[in-house]
């Protein structure tokens, strides 16, 4: 874990959060590389949630709610964590447990900053039901921000105060819950080792025992990674009841049934919940694909990332800075740009140097043009795994490089 932190450090992944004012226990920065991986992270989840399905619409719903919200979803007697912050004048957050009554004690507002994301999308779900042409068994999906005030933020951006949650609400008719929540368990799994690369020997599920479940809960299974502190919670996948609908109705007063239109069956909706949270995934990749070895008998750091998610897909490299050899460089970069996360490093040290520092933030490919590619129009891919080295025409090289991203 150490070697991780200082790796992400030196080379531009996370800075601790106002460093230069001695750092804000539980919250972190992204770096350059560090947004890359997240931004893939993220697009992938999306991706595979929402766009390549049919039966997936997405939501953005926002982070500051009303405080009817948390009491109705049983957050403001059942955790103590929530953060909240005032939309008037002071804009101060403060620990939703310090604060007696609704109001801001600076300037008397009424609001929660969201611990999750889900009571977004069962607030929204009349609206979802009634502008769109959603059937179910249907999912919505959001990503976005939560606030958390974890008594012990740890283990790097594992467990921290702000994060980025990705969550599915899959609905579902009541009775049939049970085989949905075997369907998204498997395909949850089915994401972390096909799209992401995670070892598929470190993760397990963990089902709960009745006694740890939350109280929205009828049954949950959180996906573990064997982390360097032992196995932890990556996601978890909860089969949440009506109880979230049926709170909400309660609350709110308004009818938030659902109306099958085959059977003209009138029933609130059961809800099969994925969550998990950018950040946890991150430190989860990192440590997967961290890896020392040794080539040429010199010893390296490899992250071993899949070409899906790493920062960098594609480094191109130009062996001198002779002039005509860095332009041909520079239209390789151009006609790769728009089809890859490309870096261009011109910087003319020792290639062997270059390609470590590629290594080390986890660059599958790098694209070296060096003196025979004026003469043949070719470049060499040099393969981060293996190292091994493969000519290419320039003209074919979109086409090669992407059935490699693809592997
Ligand atoms: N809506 C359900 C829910 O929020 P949760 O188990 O509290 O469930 C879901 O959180 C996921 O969010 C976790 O599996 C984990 O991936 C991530 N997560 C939770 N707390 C976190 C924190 N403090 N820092 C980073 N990620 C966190």
Not at 68 to 78: C, D, K, R, Y
Not at 103 to 115: I, W
Not at 307 to 331: F, H, T, Y
Request: overall charge negative.
């Amino acid at each position: 874990m150490d070697k991780v932190v200082a790796l992400t450090k030196r080379r531009g992944f996370i800075y601790p959060s106002s460093e230069i004012y001695g750092g804000l226990s539980g919250f972190y920065d992204y770096g350059p590389y560090g947004v890359a991986l997240k931004r893939a992270i993220r697009d992938l989840w999306w991706r595979h949630v929402v766009e390549l399905r049919d039966d997936v619409v997405g939501l953005e719903s926002t982070l500051i709610m009303p405080s009817e919200v948390w009491a109705a979803s049983g957050h403001l007697t059942n955790f103590v964590d929530p953060l909240r912050q005032c939309t008037g004048r002071c804009k101060k957050r403060w620990r939703a447990d310090t604060v007696k009554g609704d109001k801001c004690p600076e300037c008397g507002s009424e609001v929660y900053l969201r611990p999750e994301t889900a009571q977004g999308m069962f607030v929204d779900f009349k609206n979802v039901i009634n502008s769109t042409r959603v059937r179910v068994p249907f999912g919505i999906a959001q990503q976005g921000r939560a606030f958390r005030n974890e008594i012990t933020p740890g283990n790097f951006v594992f467990r921290v105060r702000e994060f980025e949650l990705m969550e599915l609400e899959y609905f579902v008719k009541p009775n049939e819950d049970d085989g949905w929540f075997d369907y998204w368990r498997k395909e949850r799994m089915r994401w972390y080792t096909d799209v992401l690369g995670v070892n598929a020997s470190r993760l397990r599920q963990y089902d709960h025992p009745k006694a740890s479940l939350s109280h929205y809960s009828k049954q949950t299974t959180d996906i573990e990674y064997e982390f360097p502190f032992g196995w932890g919670e990556l996601e978890g996948i909860a089969d949440r009841t009506d109880f979230d609908l049926r709170v909400h109705q309660e609350a709110s007063k308004t009818d938030l049934t659902y109306l099958d239109p085959e059977t003209n069956d009138r029933y609130l909706p059961w809800v099969i919940e994925p969550a998990v949270s950018v950040d946890r995934i991150f430190v989860t990749l990192l440590i997967d694909a961290y890896d020392e070895d040794v080539v040429n008998e010199e010893s390296r750091v490899v992250l071993r990332l899949h070409p899906n998610v790493a920062p960098v897909q594609v480094a191109i490299v130009p062996l001198s800075k002779k002039e005509d050899l860095i332009k041909v460089a520079r239209d390789v970069r151009s006609s790769l740009q728009g089809e890859f996360r490309v870096e261009y490093d011109q910087t003319g040290g020792h290639i062997g140097r270059r390609y470590r520092r590629q290594d080390e933030i986890g660059t599958p490919f790098c694209i070296t043009v060096d003196f025979e590619t004026l003469n043949d129009r070719a470049v060499t891919i040099r393969k981060r795994d293996t190292t091994e080295q493969e000519r290419v025409a320039i003209a074919g090289l979109t086409e090669r490089l992407t059935a490699l991203v693809a592997g």
